[in-house]
T-cell receptor, first 113, second 116 residues
């Protein structure tokens, strides 16, 4: 079955880089996503990567995908206090006509001033 | 980007009553919407897949008679929690996806349900 795992907490100092890691088990995943959730709010898509890519950069965000190890990471450069939130990685595995996502447990990022 | 709204944003109801939550795609048509449930400090758990004009597909362990889903149009899906109990208190999030140059699933802001 599908299983997506993340470490629960990460603290960094403002201005440093943050790296949030994620592992997944289903090798048939097509897309992998990173979402941000602020308190009491829904999910905001940050970025995604297609499974045949190794890396994707989007402004301060860099996604690395190691398909062999089924490892995904999100690097946030120059982390700001506004980046404090819960970050979820999610795996999309085709299931018939539906495109379902399996979410990791979420990593609480705390940015210290 | 595309916008998905939910209504209400929060609701408190008494045990035994039913509550309806609406999910709307505001500027696109969504043939498929998903309903998730999120407990405090936990991940999102998919409850069901809602397809316009057909019956919803429920995940294992989700009671279809308790969580009624109706996807009456391409822009609206509703989740009704029937005979609510305190253990149904949770954050309910819907999402809708649109196909285009690439896939993207848009999430609603969530509905906080508290059953007293």
């Amino acid at each position: 079955g599908e299983d997506v795992e993340q470490s629960l907490f990460l603290s960094v100092r403002e201005g440093d880089s943050s790296v949030i890691n994620c592992t997944y088990t289903d090798s048939s995943s097509t897309y992998l996503y990173w979402y941000k959730q602020e308190p009491g709010a829904g999910l905001q898509l940050l970025t995604y990567i297609f499974s045949n890519m190794d890396m994707k950069q989007d402004q301060r965000l860099t996604v690395l995908l190691n398909k062999k190890d089924k490892h995904l990471s999100l690097r946030i450069a120059d982390t700001q206090t506004g980046d404090s939130a819960i970050y979820f990685c999610a795996e999309e595995v085709p299931s018939g006509s539906a495109r379902q996502l399996t979410f990791g447990s979420g990593t609480q990022l705390t940015v210290l001033p | 980007g595309a916008v998905v709204s939910q209504h209400p944003s929060w609701v408190i109801c008494k045990s035994g009553t039913s509550v309806k939550i609406e999910c709307r795609s505001l500027d696109f048509q969504a043939t498929t919407m998903f309903w998730y449930r999120q407990f405090p400090k936990q991940s999102l758990m998919l409850m069901a897949t809602s397809n316009e004009g057909s019956k919803a597909t429920y995940e294992q362990g989700v009671e279809k008679d308790k969580f009624l889903i109706n996807h009456a149009s391409l822009t609206l899906s509703t989740l009704t929690v029937t005979s609510a109990h305190p253990e149904d208190s949770s954050f309910y999030i819907c999402s809708a996806y649109t196909t285009g140059a690439y896939y993207e699933q848009y999430f609603g802001p969530g509905t906080r349900l508290t059953v007293t």
